[in-house]
Nanobody, 127 residues
Framework: QVRLIESGGGLVQAGGSLRLSCAASGRTFSVYGMGWFRQAPGKEREYVATITWTNRENYADSVKGRFTISRDNAKNTVYLQMNSLKPEDTAVYYC?????????????????????WGQGTQVTVSS
């Protein structure tokens, strides 16, 4: 079982930027896809972005052009660079790891492909 620890959340004004990090341990990081999801108070968990082990990226329409997912396999870390933040981006952000090694297809938006989750990091964007 992989362990995931997120960091980098905080309070930022609208238009600002934050970079979230997710450090993984417990298995070979480089051969698994990774994802970021978020959950705002009173709302369901929402897909944000994914990156396959071959570095193919995918984004939710709501963050496309503003957020960038990346990974550093040497550091066992996946990142989420968030620019031009909006108040509606306020949520707890969760890192997740795919159940399947060497999978480079599409991921389901509901997070069902991901078997391991971090504890979450709070992002608050003030207007």
């Amino acid at each position: 079982q992989v362990r995931l620890i997120e960091s980098g959340g905080g309070l930022v004004q609208a238009g600002g930027s934050l970079r979230l990090s997710c450090a993984a341990s417990g298995r070979t990081f480089s051969v698994y896809g990774m994802g970021w999801f978020r959950q705002a108070p009173g709302k369901e968990r929402e897909y944000v972005a994914t990156i396959t082990w071959t570095n193919r990226e995918n984004y939710a329409d709501s963050v496309k052009g503003r957020f960038t997912i990346s990974r550093d396999n040497a550091k066992n870390t996946v990142y989420l660079q968030m620019n031009s933040l909006k108040p509606e981006d306020t949520a707890v952000y969760y890192c997740a790891a795919d159940r399947r090694p060497y999978y480079s297809g599409s991921f389901s938006d509901d997070g069902g492909d991901f078997g391991s989750w971090g504890q979450g990091t709070q992002v608050t964007v003030s207007s």
